[in-house]
């Protein structure tokens, strides 16, 4: 079964300075627990369509490709698992909507499923840190302003 989450935020920044940060994905490496991106594939636009992460879970380092979807950019960044070797699935999506101050509200959902069961705790850990992931591209937003 997939663990899922959820979190919207206001962000006091333009979206193209909020999508221009989500798509620069051999830049996650400085704001995220990722410790590697590697874009391996692109579109005739130039955007990433596939790229390989690592990152550090559950002590050891993984890997995993995720693809792209940017059919409803710039209002909508979609991804789903390709490859994975302690994911079965993963899906997501940044929903960037613009507010009437100038800023964006983001929604950030996302749905995981493990090979392995996790303990509760472990599961709860994980959850804040990819969710305080996305707090972070609010501050990096913010800042570019």
């Known amino acids: 079964m997939a663990d899922t989450a959820s979190l919207t935020i206001s962000i006091d920044a333009p979206l193209e300075n909020c999508w221009g940060i989500a798509t620069d994905y051999e830049r996650y490496p400085e704001w995220t627990d990722v410790k590697s991106a590697v874009v391996l594939a692109r579109d005739d636009q130039g955007r990433a369509t596939q790229v390989e992460y690592r990152t550090s879970a559950l002590g050891r380092s993984t890997h995993y490709t995720l693809e792209y979807d940017y059919s409803a950019a710039p209002h909508r960044l ?68």
Do not use: C, H, Q
């Not at 964006?104 to 995981?112: A, G």
């Not at 493990?114 to 472990?122: A, C, M, T, W």
């Open 78 to 145: 979609s991804w789903r698992l390709i490859k994975g070797d302690i994911m079965r699935g993963v899906d997501g999506a940044y929903m960037f909507a613009p507010d009437t101050s100038g800023g964006v509200v983001l929604t950030y959902n996302l749905s995981i499923e493990l090979i392995i069961p996790l303990p509760g705790f472990v599961k709860r850990r994980a959850e804040v840190r990819i969710l305080n992931t996305v707090k972070e591209l609010k501050v990096r937003a913010e800042a570019r302003r």
